[in-house]
């Protein structure tokens, strides 16, 4: 059974949902910077800019030399927001925790949002910060891609770009409720949709569409990675579903897909959690567990003592 903690934590989420079940970009907007921005303890941000995309370093107070040290292990973090909102700011607690349970430097892009920027603006930009570290002197090997939602989705599309353009993929990749199938296709959208407090069939038609524009192909893998032709080749990938959300079906069939295309994958599926539950870490028990599970994916692929 969930928490009081994780059950005061849904109705605060379901409060925030727009009641016709449609899509407010705007009041998705403010929302979302409301929701996450506090640093856990003992962490801090330095905004900068890598390949010419703005963001922000998030370390601990103690290791704030990492994150210009090209020789530590790092983070890419994509944040969420349906392509249409979030920010560096808007996920500064996950950030921040993952900076600490980790042991590493986690960059923040802040990658051009739809419908400003449609597709393919955030993978242009994902795959321009990726080159830059790699340029920089980062070591793929000490470099890990993490996502939630549509970030999630983003660093899929990164691995996919980064494979095919010959680049040295990173050491592995953590998904968090990953929103991989433009079309909404999986029967989790219809299944789900009474017990998901935050997102809705409808709303995810509308976030879609501003996120593909008016000429953008909803099969476009880059787009919809879990419709990739090909998800072989790719690096050890954690995912994190709750089994009360829409997009359970997205993260689950695309754990199938990498598993038969060889690729090694972990899917963990938490009864009861709804999408990116993980933002209430250092507050709900059921957040922090997850978040230690990602700590303990991670740090064995960057060799973290």
Known sequence: MASSEFATFRELVEATRDPTGEADIEAMRRS???GGGRFPARTASSPTSIGGVPGEWVTTV????????PASPAMLYLHGGGYVSGSPSSHRNITGTLATLVGCAVFVADYRLAPEDPHPAAVTDAVAVYRALLDAGRR??????AGDSAGGGLAMALLLAARDAGLPLPAGAVLISPWVDMEGTGNSITTRADVDPMI????????????LGPDGNPTDPLASPLLAADLGGLPPTLIHVGDAEVLLDDATRLADRLTAAGSPVELAVYPEMIHVWHGAAGFVPEADHAMAAISTFV???LVLS
């Open 32 to 34: 979302i910077e409301r």
């Open 62 to 69: 103690d290791a704030r030399d990492a994150a210009n040290d």
């Open 140 to 145: 793929p090997e000490q470099l890990v891609i």
């Open 200 to 211: 809705q069939p409808g709303m995810l038609r509308q976030i879609a569409a501003a996120f």
């Open 299 to 301: 740090r064995p692929l």
